[in-house]
């Protein structure tokens, strides 16, 4: 396989991730961004100083179409959410760490929870790269056969038809044959056709909607 997508983009000056380090942002020596939570209990949460100082900071050099919280209780990560945010032009994306947050950051500076399934990671670093990908590669020019992309399972309301390549018959598993007569209308219709088949059986909450 080639570079990764991400990075590609990112070569073809497509877009632009930076990271910053929420540290660099504190102003205590120790450089430390978290404290024990008021009222007691088991684990640290981020301070609000670091991060209103980074978010400052940022919105002061561009503006921003959205500060995004990853959060386990944030709206659940969708294509459509993806496909929408393709079209913004700066995103600012923090992630938590430990037991999340203060609360004041999530009520007063940002602008929108995501969440990217419902299950807890250690750190938002993870379902912030996820966001990033689903974004990303949605923009044009950043993948090679832009067609691939509206094809994907989810971006109309489907699941993706299978897809088979070379060789036709491998130890007697083949290739459905119509694949291999060239005739582009039917194969057209035989892939709309799985792709229905595909989604009642796997997923017929999406035909729901
Ligand atoms: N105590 C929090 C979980 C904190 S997990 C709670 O119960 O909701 C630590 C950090 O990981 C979170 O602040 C968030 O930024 C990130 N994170 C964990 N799971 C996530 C998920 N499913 N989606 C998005 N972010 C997640």
Same mark, same amino acid.
């Given at each position: 396989?080639?570079?990764?997508?991400?990075?590609?983009?990112?070569?073809?000056?497509?877009?632009?991730?930076?990271?910053?380090?929420?540290?660099?942002y504190s102003?205590?020596?120790?450089?430390?961004?978290?404290?024990?939570?008021?009222?007691?209990?088991?684990?640290m949460?981020?301070?609000?100083?670091?991060?209103?100082?980074?978010?400052?900071?940022?919105?002061?050099?561009?503006e921003?179409?959205?500060?995004?919280?990853?959060?386990?209780?944030?709206?659940?990560?969708?294509?459509?959410?993806?496909?929408?945010?393709?079209?913004?032009?700066?995103?600012?994306i =923090?992630? @938590? /760490?430990? #037991?999340?947050v203060? $609360?004041?950051?999530?009520?007063?500076?940002?602008? +929108?929870?995501?969440?990217?399934g419902?299950?807890?990671?250690?750190?938002?670093?993870?379902?912030?790269?996820?966001l990033?990908?689903a974004?990303?590669?949605?923009?044009?020019?950043?993948?090679?056969?832009?067609?691939?992309?509206l094809?994907?399972?989810?971006?109309?309301?489907?699941?993706a038809?299978?897809?088979?390549?070379?060789?036709a018959?491998?130890?007697?598993?083949?290739?459905?044959?119509?694949? =291999?007569? @060239? /005739?582009? #209308?039917?194969?057209? $219709?035989?892939?709309?056709?799985?792709s229905?088949? +595909?989604?009642?059986?796997?997923?017929?909450?999406?035909?729901?909607?």
């Amino acid at each position: 396989m080639d570079q990764s997508i991400l990075k590609r983009a990112q070569d073809k000056d497509i877009v632009e991730i930076k990271i910053h380090d929420l540290r660099d942002y504190s102003s205590n020596k120790q450089r430390s961004v978290d404290d024990y939570a008021f009222g007691g209990g088991a684990g640290m949460v981020l301070m609000i100083e670091p991060i209103d100082n980074c978010i400052n900071h940022l919105k002061y050099q561009r503006e921003y179409d959205e500060i995004i919280y990853m959060s386990p209780d944030g709206e659940l990560l969708n294509q459509g959410m993806a496909n929408a945010m393709s079209l913004q032009q700066n995103l600012i994306i =923090l992630c @938590g /760490h430990y #037991k999340g947050v203060d $609360e004041r950051v999530r009520a007063n500076l940002i602008t +929108r929870e995501i969440s990217i399934g419902d299950f807890v990671l250690s750190g938002g670093e993870l379902p912030a790269a996820v966001l990033t990908d689903a974004i990303i590669r949605l923009i044009p020019g950043v993948l090679n056969d832009e067609s691939s992309a509206l094809s994907d399972s989810f971006q109309d309301k489907l699941i993706a038809p299978p897809v088979y390549t070379r060789p036709a018959d491998y130890n007697g598993m083949k290739v459905p044959d119509l694949l =291999l007569s @060239g /005739h582009e #209308k039917k194969i057209e $219709e035989w892939r709309y056709e799985q792709s229905l088949i +595909r989604t009642k059986e796997r997923r017929p909450d999406l035909l729901n909607e």
